[in-house]
């Protein structure tokens, strides 16, 4: 009875000190370290706490969500002046409220200055929104609270005004204060988050979108939203976080910088970011580095400089022309104007002073000192042209103009008449430079003739011991051993151009074992392709042309002095070459898995290609071709984009190889036409196929082909449907428009995989093979639109070649050799020539 009788008292009494946790701080009751403060719908909690990881047990005075764990903190009263033990304690004292230690010593006073003797504080309340607040007796009004004294965190029903800042924490275990603040703009009137003092991020205007930023500001300082569980917090990493207790929800909403390209200037003036590339910063079209030799090493706040300027002394234009950049973000002018058209917008940028412009006849954006609308935007010198590509798809693709000053002739040739006599001078130094090059020039051919027949001499007697060690040994001597090679079929200026290393055609053959059938790997319509391995190791594919190839020497040249220029993880690396009396041979990166086409229409390799490798592969062959396209120093066309060109590292990485029929685009050069379509029959664009007209899109429709392919798990040229007529794309598109898109998905992914993503990509790909060029989607949009997760894609219209022709008579009557048992599994690589 004793033990029960004891436990009824210990509930009652907990039941009543649970009914009377207080919410408010008075003259008579003070807050000591190991008490709380409990708002009264229990919303906040305050008192003393140690941040997790704080090697000195410092305590402070904070107010955080009740019952979170770990500890949300949300306000730090004493951040600057932590106490060393626990002998604190917060009272109402004076007219106001003060931390003591146990020396009775200050610490923290909520109101800095004297008040004045007439107020009377009475109380001190944690109220269920948060704020904590100072109630002066007679009046029974607030005259203090630390919503307008913040921390790092702006919770709903604060009121955001110029004169209020956020400031981070020091680090995540010291709430002392911070570099990073976060504060509205006094003169645009945006928000700024600013580093030691000097802004570095700024939201709204700074872009073509809308300022989500704002968009939050307004909701959070909404009365409905005060007991929403959502906050805004200037984070000690630098990032402005807008976060949420939703369980539902992921906790971080979104934050800004949203990437080190988002900041301002982050590669200076007339600088392209890409934080997806190795070096984040390059210059843009008709620009320079300003400090070349800091540029590459990661300094880039002198930015980049014109290669020539728009504006002449005598003030008279330069003769220009204007670039156009597809990017997602740039930074906007202060000012605009309102057209009728481009073409308006366009003249309205003839002036020298004019360095870009922008036209967007869907957006109109709020010119804040006249109250107008513009959809023109001009750039002069004075201002910050910033560019980011890709970045995340804050709003749509943007096509800005730059103008670039392409002929400096004029400068020189319009000085002033009284400057005539340097004429002569000028003539006499260039003649002599000439002279003094042609001079030059002879010495060195004449030295290297020499050193091409020492070449050939120490070649012959130190061949044989050389293939028998490793071959990357004479990998830097490649110019030394050129004489070697027979380069009467390659013109100087290509010889020059060649940037990789020549392997000996005896290495070779002891790395195939001199081509044996075991080390075939496979037969291309380049060649066979066999796997090699070097005596130190090094394994690698050989590729070497056959006689009876359709394709010849200009493709095998097209290979060396193209694909040794691109660097990319999803594009296949060529290690060397090598030419022999008729034998040419390409060397690459072995890849264990080879190609696409292995696993996806094997019945029983396809079993280990679940979903989302599928993704990752369909993911990285849209940024191959993006690069190829957008990002690489050469605009590059490849022209025969199919799964067996797509292969697989020991990691399952998809790397896109044989550039052989591949073109480079210059300029502002965006098609082109032959007289000799060559390529893959179901991979080929139509306006390709028929015309022989070819650009990025028709990358870009072999891109969707290949796509649907992953999905299904069926090659588009054998696709067969009963007795029906429908290619894979017709299929594909019936059951799109029956709403029946999953019907396409491979039986063997069906129950693993992500519907979202599969839809996604059917609906992409069907974007990309669209019979209109003009229709099909850019590969930086394909890459925006895969990886992206709330946007809404458009829908696709119907695709070319929906009725599938009949190719067995050309099957049968193709001109290519018997080349294995395995040739039903080849596709078809059609030559046509005719005259235009």
């Not at 002066?136 to 607030?142: L, R």
């Not at 007339?270 to 079209?285: D, K, P, Q, T």
């Not at 999803?570 to 030419?579: A, D, E, R, S």
């Not at 999953?742 to 019979?771: A, F, M, P, W, Y």
Request: proline share 4%; net charge negative.
């Amino acid at each position: 009875m004793m033990m029960l009788f004891t436990l009824c008292m210990f509930f009652i009494c907990s039941s009543l000190f649970y009914c009377c946790a207080r919410d408010t701080i008075t003259p008579d009751e003070p807050i000591r370290d190991g008490e709380t403060l409990v708002s009264a719908s229990k919303k906040f909690e305050l008192g003393f706490f140690t941040p997790p990881g704080n090697s000195n047990n410092s305590r402070y005075v904070g107010i955080w969500y009740y019952g979170s764990n770990p500890r949300i903190v949300v306000w730090v009263a004493n951040r600057d002046k932590p106490l060393s033990d626990t002998s604190g304690v917060l009272k109402v004292t004076d007219g106001n409220l003060k931390l003591l230690d146990g020396n009775g010593d200050q610490q923290y006073s909520a109101v800095l200055e004297n008040t004045s003797p007439r107020l009377q504080i009475k109380a001190a309340k944690l109220a269920d929104d948060g704020n904590l607040v100072l109630i002066e007796k007679a009046a029974n009004f607030t005259f203090w609270e630390s919503f307008k004294h913040p921390t790092d965190t702006f919770l709903p029903g604060m009121t955001m005004v110029e004169q209020l800042t956020l400031v981070s924490w020091k680090s995540e275990s010291n709430p002392g204060t911070g570099i990073y603040s976060f504060q509205q703009d006094p003169e645009s009137k945006h928000y700024m988050i600013s580093k030691d003092s000097i802004s570095f991020w700024k939201s709204g205007g700074g872009f073509n979108k809308n300022d989500e930023v704002l968009d939050v500001m307004l909701d959070l300082q909404s009365s409905n939203k005060s007991i929403s569980g959502v906050r805004l917090v200037m984070d000690s990493s630098g990032k402005l976080q807008y976060l949420t207790r939703n369980p539902d929800e992921r906790p971080v909403i979104w934050s800004e910088p949203r990437d080190p390209c988002s900041v301002l200037k982050p590669c200076g003036k007339f600088g392209i970011c890409n934080a997806s590339n190795e070096f984040m910063c390059n210059c843009s079209l008709g620009f320079k580095p300003a400090q070349p030799e800091t540029w590459n090493s990661g300094d880039f706040t002198d930015g980049c400089t014109r290669n020539l300027e728009l504006c002449l002394e005598n003030g008279k234009a330069n003769k220009y022309e204007f670039f156009s950049l597809t990017i997602i973000k740039y930074r906007n002018p202060e000012n605009g104007i309102r057209v009728s058209s481009e073409n308006k917008c366009k003249e309205e940028c003839q002036d020298c002073n004019c360095i870009a412009y922008s036209y967007d006849g869907d957006y109109f954006a709020p010119q804040e000192n006249t109250g107008d609308d513009w959809n023109c935007q001009i750039w002069n010198p004075n201002q910050d042209l910033r560019f980011v590509v890709p970045g995340p798809l804050d709003g749509k693709t943007i096509q800005l103009f730059l103008k670039i000053a392409v002929d400096s002739h004029d400068r020189e040739t319009s000085g002033s008449q009284g400057k005539r006599t340097s004429f002569p001078r000028t003539v006499v130094i260039s003649c002599t430079i000439l002279l003094a090059a042609l001079v030059a020039l002879a010495c060195t051919i004449v030295y290297m003739s020499y050193l091409r027949r020492r070449s050939e001499m120490t070649a012959i007697h130190e061949t044989r011991g050389r293939v028998l060690g490793n071959p990357a040994r004479f990998y830097d001597s490649e110019r030394h051993v050129r004489g070697l090679i027979d380069l009467s079929q390659f013109r100087e200026d290509e010889k020059n151009d060649i940037d990789v290393p020549f392997f000996d055609f005896e290495s070779i053959l002891h790395a195939t074992d001199y081509f044996s059938n075991e080390n075939k790997l496979g037969q291309g319509g380049f060649g066979p392709v066999y796997k090699g391995k070097f005596l130190g190791g090094q394994e690698i594919a050989v590729k070497r042309l056959s006689s009876a190839s359709g394709q010849g020497l200009e493709e095998f040249k097209n290979e060396v002095m193209l694909i040794a220029k691109l660097q990319h993880r999803n594009l296949v690396k060529l290690l060397g070459y090598c030419i022999k009396g008729d034998e040419k041979i390409l060397l690459y990166e072995y890849m264990p898995n080879k190609s696409l086409d292995n696993f996806i229409f094997d019945r029983t390799l396809c079993l280990t290609l679940k979903w989302e490798k599928r993704f990752d592969i369909i993911l990285g062959i849209a940024r191959g071709l993006l690069y190829l396209h957008q990002d690489s120093r050469l605009r590059i066309i490849h022209r025969d984009l199919k799964t067996s060109n797509i292969l697989l590292d020991e990691e399952m990485n998809p790397k896109i190889s044989d550039f052989g029929l591949a073109r480079i685009f210059g300029g502002k050069q965006t098609e082109a036409a032959t007289n000799k379509v060559v390529g893959t029959y179901g991979y080929m664009a139509p306006e390709y196929a028929l015309d022989g007209f070819f650009s990025i899109k028709s990358d870009v429709f072999s891109f969707g082909v290949v796509l649907l392919e992953i999905i299904s798990g069926k090659k588009n040229t054998r696709f067969c449907l009963s007795e029906q007529t429908l290619s894979l794309l017709g299929y594909a598109w019936r059951i799109w428009i029956e709403e029946r898109a999953l019907d396409l998905v491979d039986h063997t992914l069906r129950k693993s995989c992500n519907i979202g993503e599969v839809l996604k990509c059917i609906n992409v790909g069907l974007l990309c093979v669209q019979e209109d060029p003009s229709d099909r989607p850019t590969m930086s949009a394909v890459v925006v639109m895969l990886g992206g997760e709330t946007i809404t894609l458009p829908s696709p219209k119907q695709p070319a070649f929906v009725l599938m022709r009949d190719f067995s008579s050309v099957d049968s009557s193709s001109s290519k050799p018997e080349q294995s048992s395995k040739s039903s599994n080849m596709e078809l690589t059609i030559t046509r020539e005719e005259d235009r």
